[in-house]
C-alpha cells in the first residue's frame, strides 16, 4: 500500500451508508499521485456511494479519508471543491435549460479562470467552441457526456472523480473521453479514480484496478495482460 505521506487519496477503515443501511464496509484504499485507478463491479455493490462519501456527499460513519495526507472525512463538498476535488456523476446533472457556457461558468466561482478554461476544454471537446450558445438539453446523449467531463475539467482539478460516464456511448465518443482523460494525467498530473462498466475503455487508461462487491474491496491489482479476464471472472461469482 502507498504511505499516506505520499498517497494522493487515501481511505482508511471507510463505513458509510443511507439511513439505518450500511453500504460500504470498513474500506481501505490508496490512489497515488498522478495515477488513473479503476473501480469495478456489479450494480448495487457500493460504487456510487463510495464517491459520494468521498465528495462529501453523504456522511462518514467509521474511518478516516485523506486528501494529501490531510483528514478530509468532515470537509462537505464545496471545501473538496476548494480542494480541487471534481466529480462527474453518473445522472448528468447538467442544467438543461442553460447554454453549454453557461454550463461550464458554472464550474468556476468567477470569470476571472472562465477564458482560460474554456480554451483548455476546447482542446478536448472542440464542438464546444462552436455551440456555447446552444441549450444543454439539446444536446445528444455523447455530447451531454463530454460537457460533463468538460465541465469537471474547467477546475483544473487535482483529483478527478468520474461514475459511469462511457454508459450508452458510441465507440468515437468513448475514444475522446480516454483521449482527454490521458491528456489531463499526462498535462497536468491529474489523478483520477473511474467507476466504470467498460472494461476496455476503463483498462486502457487506467494503472490499477479494484472490484467492489457489497462495500468491501474484494480483489486489487496492477493493470497488465490477464487483468481483464481477471475481472471477468469476478464479476460473474
Given at each position: 500500500?502507498?504511505?499516506?505521506?505520499?498517497?494522493?487519496?487515501?481511505?482508511?477503515?471507510?463505513?458509510?451508508?443511507?439511513?439505518?443501511?450500511?453500504?460500504?464496509?470498513?474500506?481501505?484504499?490508496?490512489?497515488?499521485?498522478?495515477?488513473?485507478?479503476?473501480?469495478?463491479?456489479?450494480?448495487?455493490?457500493?460504487?456510487?456511494?463510495?464517491?459520494k462519501t468521498i465528495m462529501g456527499l453523504l456522511p462518514l460513519r467509521q474511518g478516516r479519508i485523506l486528501l494529501d495526507?490531510?483528514?478530509?472525512?468532515?470537509?462537505?463538498?464545496?471545501?473538496?471543491?476548494?480542494?480541487?476535488?471534481?466529480?462527474?456523476?453518473?445522472?448528468?446533472?447538467?442544467?438543461?435549460?442553460?447554454?453549454?457556457?453557461?454550463?461550464?461558468?458554472?464550474?468556476?466561482?468567477?470569470?476571472?479562470?472562465?477564458?482560460?478554461?474554456?480554451?483548455?476544454?476546447?482542446?478536448?471537446?472542440?464542438?464546444?467552441?462552436?455551440?456555447?450558445?446552444?441549450?444543454?438539453?439539446?444536446?445528444?446523449?455523447?455530447?451531454?457526456?463530454?460537457?460533463?467531463?468538460?465541465?469537471?475539467?474547467?477546475?483544473?482539478?487535482?483529483?478527478?472523480?468520474?461514475?459511469?460516464?462511457?454508459?450508452?456511448?458510441?465507440?468515437?465518443?468513448?475514444?475522446?473521453?480516454?483521449?482527454?482523460?490521458?491528456?489531463?494525467?499526462?498535462?497536468?498530473?491529474?489523478?483520477?479514480?473511474?467507476?466504470?462498466?467498460?472494461?476496455?475503455?476503463?483498462?486502457?487508461?487506467?494503472?490499477?484496478?479494484?472490484?467492489?462487491k457489497l462495500g468491501v474491496i474484494d480483489d486489487a491489482g496492477q493493470v497488465g495482460p490477464d487483468t481483464q479476464a481477471?475481472?471477468?471472472?469476478?464479476?460473474?461469482?
Amino acid at each position: 500500500m502507498t504511505e499516506l505521506r505520499t498517497a494522493k487519496l487515501a481511505l482508511e477503515g471507510v463505513s458509510s451508508g443511507y439511513g439505518n443501511v450500511e453500504i460500504i464496509k470498513d474500506l481501505t484504499l490508496d490512489i497515488r499521485p498522478g495515477e488513473v485507478f479503476a473501480l469495478m463491479g456489479k450494480n448495487g455493490m457500493g460504487k456510487t456511494t463510495l464517491l459520494k462519501t468521498i465528495m462529501g456527499l453523504l456522511p462518514l460513519r467509521q474511518g478516516r479519508i485523506l486528501l494529501d495526507a490531510d483528514p478530509a472525512g468532515k470537509l462537505g463538498p464545496k471545501d473538496m471543491v476548494r480542494a480541487r476535488v471534481a466529480y462527474a456523476p453518473q445522472d448528468q446533472p447538467l442544467f438543461q435549460d442553460l447554454t453549454i457556457r453557461d454550463n461550464l461558468r458554472l464550474a468556476l466561482p468567477s470569470d476571472k479562470a472562465l477564458a482560460e478554461g474554456l480554451e483548455h476544454v476546447y482542446g478536448h471537446f472542440p464542438f464546444l467552441k462552436e455551440r456555447l450558445g446552444q441549450r444543454a438539453g439539446t444536446l445528444s446523449g455523447g455530447e451531454q457526456k463530454m460537457l460533463i467531463i468538460a465541465r469537471a475539467l474547467m477546475t483544473r482539478p487535482s483529483l478527478l472523480l468520474i461514475d459511469e460516464i462511457s454508459e450508452g456511448l458510441q465507440p468515437t465518443v468513448i475514444d475522446r473521453i480516454a483521449s482527454a482523460l490521458k491528456d489531463e494525467r499526462e498535462s497536468r498530473g491529474t489523478t483520477i479514480l473511474i467507476i466504470e462498466q467498460n472494461l476496455s475503455f476503463v483498462l486502457g487508461i487506467a494503472d490499477r484496478w479494484a472490484v467492489l462487491k457489497l462495500g468491501v474491496i474484494d480483489d486489487a491489482g496492477q493493470v497488465g495482460p490477464d487483468t481483464q479476464a481477471q475481472i471477468i471472472e469476478h464479476l460473474s461469482i
